[in-house]
């Protein structure tokens, strides 16, 4: 196994999911902000963008642990 190419894919997946949580942080903020200011359907409405960028997040470090168990071997 090319544990370079490995380690860069790794390092890769790190950033995608850095960004992807980024983003849902920042719609979380959105939403409670929205929260605080009595508008809680409208955070509802904010917080569920949230999903698809907490499940992508979730599934990239499924593989960056995958990889890596992989490249121990």
């Known amino acids: 196994m090319d544990t370079t190419a490995i380690n860069e894919t790794i390092k890769i997946c790190f950033g995608e999911m850095h960004a ?16 605080q200011a ?4 409208q955070g509802v409405e904010i917080s569920m963008e949230m999903d698809q960028l907490l499940y992508d997040a979730g599934r990239l470090h ?6 890596n168990r992989i490249k121990e071997h």
Do not use: F, N, P, V
């Open 62 to 67: 499924d593989a960056i642990c995958l990889m």
């Open 20 to 35: 992807k949580l980024s983003e849902a942080m920042q719609l979380a903020k959105a939403a409670e902000a929205c929260a």
């Open 38 to 41: 009595g508008s809680l359907d």
